[in-house]
Nanobody, 124 residues
């Protein structure tokens, strides 16, 4: 059974940084593409960033380009979302997602596995 567990969320002031981690119980972690989505309170879940298997090609939502970085540590079965220059509008529950396909898609339905989420709150 695939399990994704997010950590690293918390409360931070605007302009600050947080690093989110997602640990995966995947026997062949390197064969999976991974992504981060977020869901602000009362809104739809939205794409944040994704990274493919093999090539490590990345994709970012326009709202986070230049501020967030996604990267993977295959030896640790972990994907990281480094978030800098945080804004109040980044406040949301952040979810890790995985797919066994080569993909950096922004479509939620392209990802088969999801974590439980971690809360990020940015104060102004």
């Amino acid at each position: 059974q695939v399990q994704l567990v997010e950590s690293g969320g918390g409360l931070v002031q605007a302009g600050g940084s947080l690093r989110l981690s997602c640990s995966a119980s995947l026997r062949t972690f390197g064969a999976y593409s991974l992504a981060w989505f977020r869901q602000p309170l009362g809104k739809e879940r939205e794409f944040v960033a994704a990274i493919t298997t093999v090539t490590g090609s990345t994709n970012y939502a326009d709202s986070v380009k230049g501020r967030f970085t996604i990267f993977r540590e295959n030896a640790k079965n972990t994907v990281i979302l480094q978030m800098n220059n945080l804004k109040p509008e980044d406040t949301a529950v952040y979810y890790c997602a995985a797919t066994p396909r080569y993909s950096n898609s922004y479509y939620r339905d392209d990802y088969a596995y999801w974590g439980q989420g971690t809360q990020v709150t940015v104060s102004s």
